[in-house]
């Protein structure tokens, strides 16, 4: 078991252990506070972060299995600590296992190896790096880090004492924005990428309509919640969703049952997605109404009825508000709790539909 910890002095640490339980347990992350003791337990047994507050300090103990759930506690807790405490502004400094590392372990460096066209507005970017295992698990989502232009060699990302990454100044820093792994194959040394394409592109479908073999990106990862199997599912989400939906498809017991609603402009767009035969997918065509502000995916989930046995689980990728209508949805009206449902928003109108693939 690895373990790391750091002490805070401060005479504020009650309230910091209940501000930040309160405020991971709100993103969905078991959390919860008692009498000036918090504990943070990532999922599947990946680690836990204890919170206890004395008089003049706040102590934090972290315990994890693995390298890459020390990594995401230490980021995690450091990053809720100094924003429940901007005011004194604490300095976080971890101490134990870890804390001597000159690079981040989550970060590798990637080439583009081929380029193919998926569908028309689908382009997937094969990248070829390093020591690929830790990315091989359940974990659907890495975080792609795009140089600025003009920047050669790339700079990246180094260790920071609090945990979290210390970024290159900002002319020189990368682009962040996180996509889904579609496939991996680790003995190779490559993991595939797709990448929806816009007329107005963002910086990652801008990158990936031009990029050709020999380009050069940034990867961090993986990161997200994990999907359960259970034997009946169901999933929805527009085309940025169609990755995670085919790796999680790739993975379910042969005799799962369940829907899986798609949401894309046309038939053009359609994908060969391997599934059990108990599975049925629907796709809903837009044809030229606006991606993320329409009803079709919405109407078709919420049509959907569930079996009462309740070995079920929902999940949906989508535009950010239709993740939150969704979430809604299943939780109040369907009564689904944490453990059976997730709505994650992929992208946001605000921003653009760069935001995830």
């Not at 890459?68 to 429940?84: D, M, P």
């Not at 790339?154 to 820093?173: D, M, S």
């Not at 079920?312 to 535009?319: D, K, T």
């Not at 239709?322 to 109040?332: G, T």
Request: glycine share 10%; hydrophobic share 45%.
């Amino acid at each position: 078991m690895l373990k790391a910890e750091a002490t805070i002095p401060t005479t504020a640490g009650l309230a910091y252990v209940a501000a930040v339980c309160a405020k991971l347990a709100k993103s969905d992350l078991d959390a919860h506070a008692e009498a000036g003791r918090g504990r943070v337990a990532l999922v599947d047994g990946l680690g836990t972060g204890t919170l206890e507050a004395a008089a003049d300090r706040l102590h934090i103990r972290l315990e994890s299995p693995t390298e890459q759930g020390l990594s995401v506690l230490k980021f995690l807790l450091s990053a809720q600590i100094e924003e429940a405490a901007a005011a004194e502004k604490p300095e976080v400094v971890w101490s134990g296992d870890g804390c001597d590392l000159t690079e981040l372990p989550s970060l590798r460096e990637m080439t583009v190896r081929r380029v193919a066209e998926v569908t028309p507005h689908v382009r997937r970017i094969t990248l070829t790096g390093p020591d690929l295992s830790r990315f091989e698990g359940d974990s659907l989502h890495v975080r792609l880090l795009f140089p600025p232009d003009g920047v050669h060699p790339p700079e990246w990302p180094k260790p920071g004492k609090n945990g979290r990454p210390l970024w290159p100044a900002e002319e020189r820093r990368p682009v962040q924005r996180v996509y889904t792994i579609r496939r991996i194959d680790v003995a190779a040394g490559e993991m595939d990428i797709d990448f929806v394409l816009h007329a107005a592109p963002g910086v990652a479908s801008g990158w990936a309509a031009g990029a050709r073999p020999g380009a050069v990106i940034g990867l961090m990862g993986p990161g997200g919640r994990e999907v359960r199997p259970a034997t009946h599912m169901l999933l929805a989400g527009d085309e940025t969703a169609i990755p995670a939906m085919a790796r999680i498809l790739a993975r379910l017991p042969q005799d799962t049952a369940g829907q899986v609603l798609i949401e894309v402009e046309d038939e053009r767009e359609v994908q060969n997605l391997v599934h059990p035969a108990g599975i049925t997918l629907l796709w809903l065509f837009r044809r030229g109404r606006e991606p993320g502000r329409n009803d079709i995916l919405a109407d078709a989930v919420m049509a959907v009825s569930l079996p009462q046995h309740g070995d079920v689980f929902c999940w949906l990728g989508a535009e950010e508000a239709v993740a939150r209508r969704i979430r809604s949805y299943w939780r109040e009206e369907k009564g689904l709790d944490r453990a059976r449902c997730l709505a994650v928003g992929y992208w946001k109108h605000a921003l653009t539909m760069d935001e995830a693939g």
